[in-house]
């Protein structure tokens, strides 16, 4: 059986279908092809840091209405790469309380596991470099998904690190903000995948896109709307920024940071967003695969799928930008209650309501007794929403302790007003509370007389 292909590239079968990865393409592939691909991936993601750097600083110009980088290359698009330069060329300087191992090693800890989480992402099915057939991926495992969020929490211990070896107490909060942030994002994240997995029947990334061929994953609006709200978290990006809180903590944890240590810390922190843009996009958009249209259903082999996958790819970094040039930074007790009292329990919700109708589904034959619990159920839910006693309770407990505020406020009759300073152009008016006290103001330099 063949198959067409694309600019040239052999014909070649496409992957197989969802729930049964052919992991063993992966397997065969020479020593020279697995460190062309390496290669390939690392370039894909310096070069798409650089574009995402100067892309947002354009797009946040064109929404501020004022010119952004216009300097360095055609149109500015190479001030990225300018200041990638200046920055290695600066001067590095290490704080004397600082402990030197510790703080050198932080930087390459959060920089490294960026680099990784990318080589189970797949860029496209299989097709013919220099004769070899080959898949455009680096690798894939039957547990992928959990290999990338694993990848994933092993850039927090570079951002630990680097708050506590630089010595200083700003830094160390940063650190701390950063590991919570983490780590309460990372559960609801965990969450919204396990839908994905239910529904998919695999954990490998190439056969989560491939069961992705007549509908995507996106049709689980819930997990993905929690995945796009963690991703934000998880990578510290606004309106989430808490660990860069300029304001508070001078810079973060990488305050102490300077010259090429600092750019390890920008580089990280923009590789991620590209990896979690591309997990987005593997898991919930069909990954390299053409939008699921009669008309696009043939560009689906060869190198094509390519394109798709970049297209989506920026879709996502838009996004993060859009959210950065919108909306405020929130403060850090809502940031925090809103993952754990509002992102987890719906997360919980939703994968309890995934597993009942997949069980459901492919079990039940006679629907009549869970058609009605499910009618049951949601009149209760309704009946709650509606009457909500809780808060009809809270409103009364407010009014209650707002009149009592008002009551024990503090009244202008019961200040004791500072006696009356002697004027000679009229007499001062007899000192008592309420409308008999005094009229004149006083300032330093004596009394102003009001007009």
Not at 150 to 156: R, Y
Request: charged share 15%; with cysteine; glycine share 8%.
């Amino acid at each position: 059986m063949s198959y067409p292909s694309s600019f040239g590239a052999p014909a070649v079968p496409p992957l197989a279908a969802a729930g049964d990865p052919d992991l063993s393409v992966f397997g065969g592939d020479p020593l020279w092809l697995i460190l062309l691909k390496a290669v390939a991936v690392f370039a894909f993601l310096l070069l798409m840091t650089l574009f995402a750097i100067v892309f947002e600083r354009k797009v946040v110009a064109r929404m501020q209405q004022r010119v952004g980088p216009n300097r360095h290359g055609p149109k500015g698009w190479l001030q990225s790469l300018a200041d990638g330069v200046k920055l290695m060329l600066k001067e590095d300087i290490i704080p004397v309380l600082a402990d030197r191992p510790v703080f050198i090693l932080a930087p390459v800890v959060s920089a490294i596991p960026a680099f990784l989480a990318f080589s189970v992402i797949p860029f496209g099915p299989e097709v013919s470099i220099f004769g070899h057939h080959t898949a455009l991926q680096l690798a894939d495992l039957p547990v992928a998904v959990l290999f990338v969020l694993s990848a994933s929490s092993l850039g927090v211990y570079g951002l630990i690190l680097s708050g506590w070896a630089s010595g200083s107490t700003y830094p160390l909060l940063g650190s701390l903000r950063s590991a919570a942030q983490i780590i309460s994002y990372e559960v609801a994240m965990g969450l919204s995948f396990v839908a994905v997995f239910l529904n998919s029947g695999t954990l490998s990334t190439s056969g989560i896109v491939a069961g992705q061929r007549h509908w995507w994953n996106v049709v689980l609006v819930p997990s993905f709307i929690i995945y796009c709200i963690a991703m934000v978290g998880e990578t510290n990006r606004t309106p989430f920024d808490l660990p860069e809180a300029e304001g508070e903590l001078v810079g973060g944890f990488h305050t102490e940071y300077s010259s090429i240590k600092f750019a390890f810390f920008f580089l990280a922190e923009y590789i991620n967003t590209v990896t979690v843009s591309a997990v987005a996009t593997t898991l919930f958009l069909g990954g390299w695969q053409p939008p699921p249209i009669p008309y696009f259903s043939h560009f689906d082999t060869g190198w094509f799928p390519v394109i798709w996958f970049v297209l989506k790819l920026l879709a996502f970094l838009f996004l993060f930008i859009w959210l950065r040039g919108t909306l405020p930074r929130l403060r850090y007790d809502q940031f925090m209650a809103f993952g754990w009292k509002v992102l987890i329990p719906v997360g919980l919700v939703w994968l309890l309501a995934v597993a009942t109708f997949k069980v459901y589904r492919e079990n039940v034959t006679d629907r009549t007794p869970w058609l009605i619990g499910f009618g049951i159920a949601v009149g209760i839910l309704l009946i709650i929403t509606l009457v909500d006693p809780g808060a009809r309770k809270h409103a009364e407990r407010l009014e209650a302790a707002e009149r009592e505020r008002t009551r024990n406020a503090p009244s202008l009759d019961r200040i004791p007003w500072p006696p009356p300073q002697p004027s000679s152009k009229s007499p001062s008016p007899p000192y008592g509370p309420g409308p008999n006290r005094p009229s004149s103001v006083i300032v330093a330099g004596g009394p102003r007389q009001e007009s």
